[in-house]
Each structure stands twice: as C-alpha cells, then as structure tokens.
T-cell receptor, first 114, second 113 residues
C-alpha cells in the first residue's frame, strides 16, 4: 500500500470554525490532491499540488485553501466551515500527474459540520 | 457539467456471472481512462486503465473496453465474486490538463451468491 496518512480520520466541527485536514505521504511523489466524495457527485477535485509551494484549484475550490511547504505534507483548510462542507475528504498522490499514471488514495477523513 | 458519467448508480449480479459497468464521457480530448474500486470506509484503489490508442485492456478477471467514437468505456468482470462488491468509479484525463483526473459518480456493484 502507498504510504499515505490522513489526519484526523473523523472530525465534527461547528459552523464558522476553521478546520485543517492533513495529508502525509512517504512515497516522495510530486503530485498531491484533495478530493471530496458526496452522494450523487462521485469524487470531485478541490485543490492539487504539483510541487512544494505549487498549488492549483480544482473544480470545487471555493471555501478551501491549501498549503504545501514540504514534499510529504499537503494541508487542506476550511477557513470558515459550512454545513455544505460536510463530506468525506480523500487525499491522493501520484508520481507524474494525470496521464498514464494512477493516483493512490488515503483512507479518507469524514468531516461533519454542525 | 459532468464530463464523466456513470448512469447506473447500482448493479446487482449473481456470483460467477459477468458484471458490466458502463461509463460515458463528453470531452473528446480525454486520452487516458482509469477504473477505481472503493470499499466502505476505505479510499479508492486503482483497478485498471486504458490509453486512447487501445480499445481493450485485460488484467485477469477485469477487462476494460474503450469505444472512442461513442465516447464510452466499460469494465467487464468475469467471473464476478462476492469480494467484487464495491463502488466503482471511472476517471479520465486529457493531455492538455494532465494534472487532473475527472471522476464519474460511481456505480455500486453487489455480487450475490
């Protein structure tokens, strides 16, 4: 299994509070991604990183920010959590990006915003 | 706008029979396609992929077929086993945007004895 650790695995937070999810990898892969999974929507890309300090937006980036100060860590921050951000969040890594390569996923973080 | 669509949210198949999961896409620039399997409370795991230069790729019990003219791909599982019960996602990427995989909404496969 690819060395990807997400923390925390479960979190309940109140509306309006900031939340940070962490993804840690031991594979030294260049690309890291944050997805959210919701019923009827599948997996949707929030943000991704193609190197240290190099990040870009995905299709559902509003309300989220990311940071990558080290190759192994990719942080996802909800600046002010809303109920619509209740979801399961997955981190993924890949060696060379989308084409001709697969992404490896972490086990997910279940976030509930009350 | 959903660029990758899995129109069947669920599928039920008897053990030993063939499972066929379908995926349609709208972006003709997609040139690489993947299937992922996801068990409850786990992250998706890569299953099989296919490049647009091929129309078939086989790996054991799993075969992916690509019909570029119809913008359609399918995953065949033969024979189906109870351990195959999971949610299956198809995903695609385009050469102009190789950093991103676009996922479908998933199909829940249940294989019953």
């Amino acid at each position: 299994d690819a060395g990807i650790t997400q923390s925390p695995r479960h979190k309940v937070t109140e509306t309006g509070t900031p939340v940070t999810l962490r993804c840690h990898q031991t594979e030294n892969h260049r690309y890291m991604y944050w997805y959210r999974q919701d019923p009827g929507h599948g997996l949707r890309l929030i943000h991704y990183s193609y190197g240290v300090k190099d990040t870009d937006k995905g299709e559902v980036s509003d309300g989220y920010s990311v940071s990558r100060s080290k190759t192994e860590d990719f942080l996802l921050t909800l600046e002010s959590a809303t109920s619509s951000q209740t979801s399961v969040y997955f981190c993924a890594i890949s060696e060379t990006g989308g084409t001709n390569t697969e992404a490896f996923f972490g086990q997910g973080t279940r976030l509930t915003v009350v | 706008d959903q660029q990758v669509k899995q129109n069947s949210p669920s599928l039920s198949v008897q053990e030993g029979r063939i499972s066929i999961l379908n995926c349609d896409y709208t972006n003709s620039m997609f040139d690489y396609f993947l299937w992922y399997k996801k068990y409850p409370a786990e992250g998706p795991t890569f299953l099989i992929s296919i490049s647009s230069i091929k129309d078939k790729n086989e790996d054991g019990r799993f075969t992916v077929f690509l019909n570029k003219s119809a913008k359609h791909l399918s995953l065949h599982i033969v024979p189906s086993q109870p351990g195959d019960s999971a949610v299956y996602f198809c995903a695609a990427s385009a050469p102009y945007n190789t950093d991103k995989l676009i996922f479908g909404t998933g199909t829940r496969l249940q294989v019953f004895p």
